[in-house]
């Protein structure tokens, strides 16, 4: 069964998109895992990042696409999910990104958000308003080795269908006042959401990002955030880099991660992210 690892802060431009995407990449290139990316973000960046605006249109207005598996759960006499049709095979702009698929999100789940809470119960999916992407995906989730979740910056029904399946989530933050300061409450909320559906869902760890290093705020963050938070901290540190931001446009295409992601020692962060992980759970495994 695959591990699955979503990916979570309340605050936007912390770089969750960005270190999914990236980890993700990682993990089929360096460490040859066949990965599965749902992209539950209403906003859509990580979608746009592995399949292009193109290419999500013509899915969104076929309705290929996640808001369609939660309109369905909302609307299921009217409305049908196609997992084949959503689920997009081989995506990423790097060419040396062979096991990546991607189910692709929609900004049309910002209009269902709110209705999510108010699923009539009984139908197919709709027993439970957490459990509609589980089992929706049941039937593949088989196949892949790791499954790695972009989340909208809140704990709402939608990210709650990501914990629902989850293994293990990672907190990426810029080790700002704003961006830590929800921290505490992500890890509380989190530990009674698996008590409440009876399992673990493990703190794997905060991911620093967008880190500069003359910066006495950054510097007093980082500080803080390994002596007075309940996490561990990954040894991965994301510097400040322009070439990451320039990684979102998918419109480049690279032969190789590194050619993507930089020279400034950026594969090297992710490769030390994923490490941490994979070694994690090959070594429970055992
Ligand atoms: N290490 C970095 N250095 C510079 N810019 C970054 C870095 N990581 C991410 N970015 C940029 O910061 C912005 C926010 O990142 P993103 O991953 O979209 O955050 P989130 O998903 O949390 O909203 C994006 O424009 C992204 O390209
Ligand atoms: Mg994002």
Known sequence: MAIVIPVIN?????????????????????????????????????????????????????????????????????????????LQR???????VLNLDLIPSSLDLINIQDDLTRIPRGKFYSNNPYDILRKAIQPIMNEY????????????????????????????????????????????????????????????GIVI??????????????TRLKSMIDAPLFSAIFKDNNQMASAADFTMEYATFRQKWGYGGQFESFYSLAKEVVEKYERTEN
Request: aromatic share 8%; proline share 4%; with cysteine.
């Open 145 to 204: 080795d790791y499954i790695i979740i972009d989340c909208p910056p809140n704990l709402g029904v939608i990210t709650l269908n990501g914990l629902r399946i989850a293994n293990g989530y990672i907190i990426p933050t810029i080790p700002d006042v704003l961006s830590t300061y929800g921290i505490p409450q992500i890890i509380n909320r989190v530990n009674d959401f698996a008590w409440e559906i009876g399992s673990s869902i493990e703190t794997l």
């Open 209 to 222: 990002t967008k880190f500069r290093e003359n910066s006495n705020v950054h510097n007093t963050n980082l």
């Open 10 to 86: 309340l605050k936007g431009g912390v770089a969750k998109t960005t270190t999914s995407v990236g980890l993700a990449e990682m993990l089929t290139t360096e460490f040859k895992k066949k990965v599965l990316f749902i992209d539950l973000d209403p906003q859509t960046n990580a979608t746009t990042m592995l399949i292009g605006e193109h290419r999500w249109k013509d899915l969104n207005d076929e309705g290929y696409t996640l808001a369609r598996l939660f309109e369905s759960a909302l609307w299921p006499d009217e409305l049908q999910f196609d997992l084949k049709r959503t």
């Open 90 to 96: 081989n995506v990423s702009n790097i060419l040396a």
